[in-house]
């Protein structure tokens, strides 16, 4: 299984800023709630999650540099 970012619904204000900064299209916004595009794979880059500013994107996955 893909790990993808986790929406919490209840906090996005639809402000489409994680829609903005993602580069493969995983994020879209769908009536004033962000989502996840499942055709699409994210490369992990976290950027949605850093600019978030309601807290309500994370990444369940740990990026590990090496």
């Avoid at 929406?7 to 402000?15: M, V």
């Avoid at 903005?20 to 880059?45: A, F, K, P, R, Y």
């Avoid at 850093?50 to 996955?61: M, N, R, S, Y």
Wanted: net charge negative; charged share 20%.
């Amino acid at each position: 299984m893909i790990e993808m970012p986790v929406i919490d619904a209840e906090k996005c204000n639809g402000c489409g800023l994680c829609v903005e900064v993602c580069q493969h299209d995983v994020l879209l916004l769908v009536g004033h709630i962000v989502s996840v595009n499942t055709v699409e794979e994210c490369d992990w880059c976290t950027n949605c999650e850093l600019v978030c500013t309601e807290g309500a994107l994370t990444c369940p996955f740990e990026i590990v540099l090496g």
